[in-house]
């Protein structure tokens, strides 16, 4: 079992930055390829980044491509997501996942085996 428990949410102004980050325990996240998703009251959770298990490859939307960057720290066992020039339509619940068995990552949610609790994130205009 991987425990994933998101941190770094919070509400800030249209420009500004966030950091969220994903720490996990109970097992490695070398193996696991990792995702954000979020999810807007009334829609559907979405896929934001993801990055591989051996943190060769990353995947953005394109509406957070060269804002968003997906990074992550084995080491620590924790994957980050940067967020900057935030736009109020980033407001959203913001979820990590991991994927296991050393797969790239999923646009798919249903890609995942683990899933954090979210952190909020609100931007104002």
């Known amino acids: 079992q991987v425990q994933l428990v998101e941190s770094g949410g919070g509400r800030v102004q249209a420009g500004g930055s966030l950091r969220l980050s994903c720490a996990a325990s109970g097992r490695t996240l070398s193996s696991y390829a990792m995702g954000w998703f979020r999810q807007a009251p009334g829609k559907e959770r979405e896929f934001v980044a993801g990055?591989?298990?051996?943190?060769?490859?990353?995947y953005y939307i394109d509406s957070v491509k060269g804002r968003f960057t997906i990074s992550r720290d084995n080491a620590k066992n924790t994957v980050y997501l940067q967020m900057n020039s935030l736009k109020p339509e980033d407001t959203a619940a913001y979820y990590c996942a991991a994927r296991a068995s050393m797969r790239d990552a999923s646009w798919s949610p249903s890609g995942y085996d683990y899933w954090g609790q979210g952190t909020q994130v609100t931007v104002s205009s």
């Open positions: 990055i591989s298990w051996s943190g060769g490859n990353q």
